[in-house]
């Protein structure tokens, strides 16, 4: 069960985080703040890192449901796996290149502006996929989300 609350408290941090920080490395890139830039890039690795504990404790999480909620759709959890695993390639990925940029032009004045629009491409790919993460594992304990029933009593 611990494993199964740590994931959950630390879930909505990359979802959370790849947004804000897509749209922060969007302003510091077209408004050329390159010191932004380099702390974007830095806050990139930090929610990569968190990414790591949540991924790791999502297997644990899914066999606590199975096992001790009955009810719950496979479907739904091995859903939310998939997407999980996908999302995590990606944010590991932005991670790493954010750490080979910091180190490879840290001597520099300005990162060249391909890598940085490289970045927001992927970064925008991952808040895509991350978020979608997200939602298939709010499906997995909220009907309300997939019954599209929304009557409030």
């Not at 990359?14 to 890139?29: D, E, S």
């Not at 840290?106 to 991952?126: A, G, H, Q, T």
Request: charge should be neutral; proline fraction near 3%; hydrophobic fraction near 50%.
């Amino acid at each position: 069960m611990l494993l199964t609350h740590l994931h959950l408290m630390l879930n909505h941090i990359p979802i959370f985080g790849t947004i804000v920080l897509f749209f922060l490395m969007g302003y510091a890139v077209i408004y050329k703040k390159e010191n932004l830039v380099r702390i974007y890039l830095w806050w990139f690795v930090v929610t990569a890192l968190i990414t790591v504990p949540v991924f790791l404790t999502g297997d644990p999480s899914s066999e606590y449901l199975k096992t001790f909620l009955p009810g719950v759709n496979n479907d739904t959890i091995e859903n939310h796996e998939t997407f999980g695993y996908i999302s995590f390639i990606i944010i590991l990925i932005l991670g790493l290149s954010a750490i080979i940029a910091l180190r490879l032009f840290r001597n520099k004045e300005i990162i060249p502006s391909w890598f940085k629009y490289f970045f927001l491409i992927v970064s925008f790919i991952c808040m895509l996929a991350i978020s979608w993460t997200g939602k298939t594992g709010g499906e997995i304990r909220h009907d309300e989300i997939t019954s599209g029933n929304t009557t409030v009593k």
